[in-house]
C-alpha cells in the first residue's frame, strides 16, 4: 500500500480525528490552493491588462467583437483599431465592422489606410451611399476637395435628398472657398432639415459675399 498522508480535522470540545488521505488527493488539493492564490495575487504581481485583453479577444469571434466595441466606447482607439483588426482577419465577410473599422482609422488620420478600407468595401458594395459619402468626407479632410465633389455628386445624382452627401457637399464646397456654390447647397440642405445650424452658416456665408461685394477692386 502506498504511503498517506494525515490531517487532523477539528470535532468541537478540543477533540480531532485523524484524517487519512492519498498522495493523489493531496497533489490536487495543493494544486487548487495554488491555482486560487496565483488568480488573487495576478493584479498585485503587475500582470499588464493588455494581456488580458489579448486573450478575451482570442477567445471567440464573439467576444472578439464585444471587446473591439468596449474599447471604441472607452475611447482606447488604438487598442480598439487592434481587437477590430484581429477580429476581421477571421471574418472578412463583415463589412459593417469594416467600415466601423476605417471610421477609428481615420479618426486617428490614418487616412491613406481608412480610404483603402472604404475602397475595398465599396469594390465589394458599390451602392453603398453610406459608405461612399464617409470616403468623400475623408478625401475632404485630406484636402482633395475634387475627389470628395465627385463622390458626393454620384450619390446625390441616384439619391437627391441624402442628408449626409448633401451637407458633406456644401462643407466641401465651403472649405474650397466656393462660397457661392456652397450656399446653393445649404440651402438646399436647410429645405430638407429646417436645422438652425444650417442657417446659421447659411448667414454667415452671405454676409461674407455682401463683404466682397462690396470691397474695392
Known amino acids: 500500500m502506498g504511503r498517506h498522508a494525515a490531517i487532523w480535522i477539528p470535532e468541537g470540545q ?18 487548487g490552493i495554488l491555482s486560487v492564490l496565483l488568480y488573487l495575487a495576478g493584479p498585485a504581481l503587475g ?5 488580458a485583453e489579448s486573450d478575451v479577444a482570442n477567445s ?32 472578412e465577410e463583415d463589412d459593417e465592422t ?9 479618426r486617428l488620420k490614418r487616412w491613406d489606410e481608412a480610404g483603402a478600407v472604404y475602397q475595398a468595401i465599396l469594390t465589394r458594395h458599390p451602392d453603398d451611399f453610406d459608405v461612399t459619402v464617409a470616403l468623400a468626407r475623408l478625401r475632404a479632410w485630406q484636402a482633395l476637395y475634387d475627389v470628395s465633389e465627385s463622390l458626393y455628386q454620384t450619390v446625390l445624382h441616384r439619391a437627391p435628398e441624402h442628408v449626409d452627401a448633401r451637407r458633406g457637399l456644401a462643407d466641401t464646397l465651403w472649405w474650397s472657398g466656393r462660397s457661392a456654390e456652397a450656399l446653393e447647397q445649404y440651402r438646399i440642405l436647410y429645405r430638407l432639415t429646417h436645422d438652425s445650424e444650417v442657417q446659421a452658416r447659411m448667414r454667415l456665408i452671405e454676409s461674407g459675399l455682401a463683404v466682397s461685394a462690396r470691397a474695392p477692386l
Open 60 to 91: 471567440s469571434p464573439a467576444a472578439g467583437l464585444q471587446e473591439a466595441n468596449r474599447l471604441k466606447a472607452e475611447g482606447r482607439l488604438d487598442k480598439a483599431v487592434q481587437a477590430y483588426a484581429a477580429y476581421l482577419s477571421m471574418h
Open 98 to 106: 469594416r467600415g466601423v473599422y476605417a471610421g477609428l482609422l481615420a
Open 14 to 31: 478540543g477533540c480531532a480525528r485523524l484524517l487519512e488521505l492519498r498522495p493523489s488527493v493531496v497533489a490536487a488539493l495543493a494544486a
Open 47 to 51: 500582470e499588464a491588462p493588455e494581456r
